[in-house]
């Protein structure tokens, strides 16, 4: 008995927390490299459904890099790189669709819906949420079809939220002429925040955050302003996959996104922790 | 860390319930005799707060015997009592409505306010809540203004509840004629749980629950059928202030409430206990 | 049948008025000094259930001076006034709340339901309808629990509005840290006007409306500018309990309320000859 | 004063008559031959408007004989009448339908509007309101153009009496194949009151109401139960253009009306001193 | 069935067309002048219960001069002309508003109706649709009851397009005094395609539309911006009954009409042709 | 101009369908055997959204054996067939869902998107729209995850009928514990039609309808009785890919749907010929 009262006073804790939140849009997105067993997934979609429950309303957007690259691979298909960013050719195109849209979007839907949730899965085709256009050539090489967000269309996102249902989202864009697109996931978050002018954008990385003296000692940053890390990243002291990360941050707070957050998806129940404790997890980037 | 971590652990594990609960009206009878300091209070009142913000729908009536008791002497009116029902003249009328409706009531809405529900306290009289009428004489003795529920109107509870308010009701009945009544809280309680059809009516109380051989060894009934109860009712097991709970559950049961309980609100969470963990406390009366 | 038919008339009469107030909110300050017996309430409740039948808004805001010193007597409370204002300590604060809230509040519902009406019983804690803060000293003297309003939460009356509801308002506040406040009935009468945006504020007063050579040939005025009233506070010819009144008045008009009136409760029907007769009674001040 | 005073006490004698009829439906057959001027006709018609302020839904159906036949004449054209119907070929249909949606239903419509309500006239040709078919040979003669009503689309009478209007109807049927009838309107009354399910049907006719022993020494019927009625039409006691309201008045009670009335139009404010004093005037005919 | 499926690819050739229309309000003048016979009417009307079922909100505003005509010659009235405006006496007034409200409205309203769609004929007078008043004198002559549209109250076609109804209005007026007014039909169109902001405004005339060198060699203007067209005013190249139509375009077009059109009534499907082909026909009156 | 006319003329001659077909739910279910090119599949999609346009709500539900196949060949797994379903691995299930839900499913809503629609893709996981279960062995072999629909959930698809949104259902179904099943189209196609009562299901086909003496001398039945159907599956005349589609149909007609039909996809416009011509094309099955 003694056991259950320390839980319920638990809960009773939760409750500043639970009143700061309520009602507000949360877009979570989860990086496909976080992805390595279903244990974690399902731990982690749990947390996104309890949100839900106490009155929340999470979008969740998702990579999907790994299982890209192991189905290009069984399709004996090599893919180049520039700038971490894959070439994609016609071909490519496809299978990052069907792994994107037809395999994981699918699988956070299901494990949503068995835990109890209402998912809707949905790419940028849906309702035409992501319009999206080519990226230019970097370094001389044209990309193929690697898309950047050129706006989006949320109407199927505030119906469903309007209604009981958690969208998540495949990065998937098309254009005005009926192409389709490969768009990076952290881009799509940010802008999908940005167009529902969410209260929260919250990246679920594989590392602990934005860290100061990365090669020598490398801190944890817990808060940050949006100038400073404006600084960080013109004097490149944010490199590789952390950098479409923090220009989504600084994307959405420039259009009316309250707070985001990146934190270690590694840590368990790292969503929760952010948003019902006091000092929350990962670096909190703010006005 | 580690702690917080397990914290978390704790919220999701309250998400079964939360999900189960979801929606559902719950009436709470809140006695007054439980109430004999402040903490207490509010810890209870926390605990309704976080039920409501994780989608339940709670009501709570509430009784007041010792502060009525207690504002008589001060007065200098003496009470008798029949029955453990007080005779209740014009007089002693006017002061249990003044501590009913302007003092208790008030004091719990102002406690559930400043904890961040929006509460709305009600007695009888408001939007005709509770239609009363006179109770017959007991060992041949007129009982004065001691009413029963001839019927209730649940408009303005059904409004409040569709909107964002906890209603906290007095029980205090009013005739068409315009008398004024004191009724039983236990009573108000059921009928309000039968006419709204809750999901549960919960009773909070100065005991551990319904017990069996309770003069020799009392044994705590976990659950109990709602026919077995009838035949302790009938049998002179249940007595004292047991008595009008136990009719309330039956009749709440009988007119569609789904399940009641009696649990000792002298235990910390003993609300959370019951509808957040798979064992509850206190008696069940089920179906 | 010619007596029907000219009460028919006088209905007839009635019309262009009742078009001209169809869908008003009307604020109308019920004084604890107008009842001095039970028939008078009755009739001016009836007043304004028909008030509420022919399409306005009512919403009624009462005090309660000589029944809380009634009571307080009974307790052998004796209570010291500074400028008209009660000390008001925390013993006194109680009774001062359930004199109010426990019984005036709730004997104008339950007439008003007897009639007819759906009347809700609220005071300033309810829905968190009325913020205030302490007054500052008088003579340098602290006058304990006696409050001013700081904000109206108008929610909850906008609710009630908008279904079949007459609210019925006591002037007792909160503040964010759960304090108890008594607040002048005249002074919430005139923000709960401001905040609703009130067509009509009417306070019902025991004299015949505002005076010019009130010492010597009291004449009444029956309309007087916001501007003139300004000069008439403050060359200090407006004196008394009337202070609070005008002062309300002033405050209305200039947040938005159309129009305000001092009329005299005590002559029949004060309302509807108000409302419904092209001179009015009492004293109207307009912009 | 006290004539102002005396004036107020009669609106609140007929409050218990609003609160008895609020929101309910009321078809008024407001007959030609009671249109001798226009003082009468606006007389009529401001009592409608009151109705409608005072929170009733009136239905005005209209006939127009005396105007038909004036303008008949102006054209030269002959009508010949069989048991009380005109004869109606293709010429006179389209005089009878001017003067009817055209000349009298405008007519009405102005003057409820500028008395301050919002009339929509309609004739069964708008929203298809009354189907009609042709009514069977009198005589062996075939009468033309005259219907009768086949059905009722009430759907435009429910959207306005959901918004703030008066509907005003003219007695004209359409046929599915697009021809158009000259219908009794005391017969469109019956029906349209069925089928709303209207609280009350009243006709406004120019004799007193059901007469007993009329050749002799008549004497008003104040109220006549359905069967007493329906023996009365089959032993021929009831002629003439009283025929058609008593027979709409059996249709309607049977199809869910609650209580129909025939009273005499020529009185000053008969509908007020039908639905606002204790004895009514004219006959009632009940279940 | 190759033919059916030509039909079919017709349809298609529709659908772009159909998309960008979906949803506009458009205002139809159908003049009295282009009704010689039945067959031209049912086929207006059928083109317009198309433009409803596939998703536009068409209003139409007819006007009657012809059928005025007609029926002053049966009764013997001799109108007289200035400027084109008939002269319009007391008598004459009445008969005007009962071919216009009574015959032309519910013939158009009928076939509608039996076409399919479900119309409401109104007039001005109808919910006080237009508020008019008297125009001045021309050449020193009163013109009696001509007049001018004031205001619009648009509150009823609203409330019509919200649901499923096409209004049919017919160009009478009211004043506020009561009285009743005969208004140009094109003005009407003008004002209310103005009031509602509607996205087209289409008058169905009996020549080919806007013509230069009218006397020599008339040419057909396909598009004038607003600006030329008032040149061509100024100039009096505009003459005739082409004026008011003219005039009513500019005022729409300066009130926020997005397009007005002059087409040839005359041709089949004028107004098919105009909404769902490429060119058009006749005159369109750009910004 | 005048073939101008002619088309408008065919335009006005869908009326009448238009007006029958008005708000109606139409299944249409894709076969993927259809889609041999993309011309194919955007004339066909084309004509769904013209069908969205003037006033239908159709649903989409595809197939996708052919695209399923030639992705197994490319990745070296070979299918084994029983009773022409596919033994369905793990393996071959994970491709399966990736071509139906993140390719097909996706091509379909961009080109509807492209055309002017708002569609949404989904599979039976989203909003758990299709819970299915294990089919049981055939021929003694298990044949995987071959499941049949248990139930529909049919919630999302009302929510986007209701908003303007065209709803495409892959063919995937789930199960309580979050398994995946592979569902034929056919049965989905009809089970959704029966769970929303759709007034037509079709299937869009490569043959010209259901056909007698089909060894023989092939010929169409244009109509033909449930309860014929049914002797005709008994008696084994019905065979191979037509099995499932007739028993969809028997089951939709016996749940409440109104009538069903099977045509040839192959020929142009197809679905307009069968919805807006008079005798329509294929066979059409009937209560």
């Known amino acids: 008995m003694h056991d259950l009262i320390l839980k319920a006073e638990t809960l009773v804790e939760a409750l500043p927390y639970i009143k700061q939140w309520y009602g507000s849009i ?151 002429t009926g192409d389709t697109y490969n768009i990076n996931a952290d881009e799509v978050a940010g802008h999908i925040a940005a167009a529902l002018k969410a209260q929260k954008l919250i990246f679920l990385t594989d590392v602990p955050g934005i860290q100061k003296r990365i090669k020598q000692q490398p801190t944890l940053i817990s808060t940050i302003r949006l100038n400073e890390l404006k600084m960080m990243i013109k004097n490149k002291i944010i490199t590789g996959g952390m950098i479409p990360k923090v220009e989504s941050c600084v994307y959405a707070l420039q259009s009316g996104v309250q707070k985001t957050h990146i934190i270690d998806g590694r840590v368990s129940h790292a969503l929760l922790l952010e948003m019902f404790t006091p000092d929350g997890i990962g670096t909190q980037i703010i006005h």
């Not at 700038?83 to 299901?110: A, F, P, Q, Y």
């Open 26 to 176: 949360v877009v979570i997105k989860y990086g496909g490299s976080t992805r390595s067993g279903n244990q974690e997934l399902e731990s982690t979609l749990r947390d996104i459904v309890l949100l839900k429950y106490v009155g929340l309303k999470p979008i969740i957007v998702h990579g999907g890099g790994k299982d890209i690259s192991d189905f290009l691979t069984r399709l004996g298909i090599v893919s180049k790189f520039i700038d971490g960013l894959r070439i994609t050719d016609k071909k490519t195109m496809e299978i990052v669709e069907m792994v994107l849209s037809g395999k994981i979007n699918k699988e956070i839907v299901l494990v949503l819906n068995k835990l109890g949730a209402s998912a809707i899965g949905l790419s940028g085709k849906d309702g035409s949420l992501l319009l999206a256009e080519k990226v230019s050539k970097r370094k001389s090489r044209d990309l193929g079809w690697v898309g950047k967000v050129s706006s989006v269309n949320s109407e199927i996102l505030e119906k469903l939220l309007q209604e009981k249902f958690i969208p998540v989202v495949a990065p998937i864009g098309m254009s005005k």
